[in-house]
């Protein structure tokens, strides 16, 4: 019997209950965000045309050659005498320009070069309040994880003293 009256004496000490824990609300008297900067990175891309290509090479090139040839056949072909020499002459001009533009026209097109780099730039980032209260005539302070509104709850534990 004097075993079991122990073992009850001893939970009813380690019990919360016994030690006086209980809540209670507080008034919050100020709560102000704690505001650190983060540096966050973000991706900054530019887009630029290269370089134009360079200028026209001044030597004939096999589509002036044979378009000035394909021109001289379809001249010799119109007029007689001295006129088919000459329409053999125009057609031949005309030709050779027709086939120095095709042969330019089938270059490469440019495309537009985009180069990103990574930037970084500090960002405001709020972690937790710093929060005042008052309970019972007495301000504490506190950093919350969230901002508490006008009243908060406590925990207020009680306890012999001495």
């Not at 019990?15 to 008297?29: E, I, L, N």
């Not at 973000?42 to 090479?57: K, L, S, Y």
């Amino acid at each position: 019997m004097k075993s079991i009256a122990t073992i009850t004496l001893a939970a009813l000490c380690a019990s919360p209950a016994w030690a006086g824990d209980f809540q209670a609300t507080a008034q919050v008297v100020g709560a102000s965000p704690n505001v650190v900067y983060m540096q966050v990175p973000h991706q900054q891309c530019t887009t630029m045309m290269p370089p134009p290509a360079p200028a026209p090479n001044t030597q004939v090139g096999a589509g002036t050659v044979i378009g000035g040839i394909a021109g001289a056949l379809l001249g010799a072909q119109v007029g007689q005498g001295n006129g088919k020499i000459a329409a053999a002459a125009v057609g031949a001009a005309t030709g050779a320009l027709a086939g120095q533009s095709m042969q330019q026209a089938s270059a490469a097109p440019q495309t537009p070069i985009q180069s990103c780099q990574t930037v970084y730039q500090d960002e405001p980032q709020t972690q937790g309040y710093r929060v005042s209260y008052r309970y019972e005539g007495r301000v504490f302070s506190a950093v919350l994880p969230y901002e508490p509104g006008p009243t908060l709850r406590v925990n207020v534990q009680v306890t012999p003293a001495g």
